[in-house]
């Protein structure tokens, strides 16, 4: 991320946030967050990255890829999955690309995001991601209210 006021802010400011959640992560050589989530409860790893995208890095991009014990669907049968959800879910976007599920936030980090609305969106990406493996599995409405509790502080997720 780059340095600066905004950039030295927004880093202090993921910082806390994952802390708060109790989320382990790691910072490469570009100051882009990588985290893992996984439990015993969902075979589906979620691989979160944390980046700046843009000419100037001035986009906050979450993004996931959905990793591990993804039932076996077509391609076809993938591209109606993620349309279905698009059309009724605002974040995150999903997509497939070369035989996996991802999906994405974006948010306008130009002048500054302040750290509630971090919190919130980011949550809301977090909670959203996570009901999307559930769905995969079929057990969606199963372990929905134990995420929620740890990720939202609402019973909203979308």
């Not at 980090?109 to 919130?120: R, S």
């Not at 996570?130 to 502080?153: M, N, T, V, Y």
Request: proline residues 4%.
């Amino acid at each position: 991320m780059p340095t600066g006021p905004i950039g030295e802010r927004l880093r202090a400011r993921i910082e806390r946030l994952l802390r708060k959640l109790k989320l382990r992560y790691m910072v490469d050589e570009d100051g882009d967050y990588q985290l893992f989530l996984s439990s015993e409860e969902i075979p589906i790893q979620l691989r979160i990255l944390i980046v700046r995208e843009g000419l100037m890095r001035e986009i906050l991009a979450f993004i996931v890829r959905f990793e591990g014990d993804i039932p076996s669907l077509t391609e076809e049968e993938a591209l109606r999955l993620v349309n279905q959800w698009n059309s009724s879910r605002r974040w995150p976007r999903l997509f497939w690309r070369e035989g996996r599920f991802y999906g994405d936030f974006h948010m306008d980090a130009e002048t500054d995001i302040p750290q509630a609305f971090l919190e919130l969106n980011f949550r809301h990406f977090l909670g959203a991601s996570l009901q999307f493996a559930l769905q995969l599995l079929g057990r969606e409405e199963e372990l929905i209210r134990r995420w929620r509790q740890r990720f939202l502080d609402d019973p909203r997720l979308n």
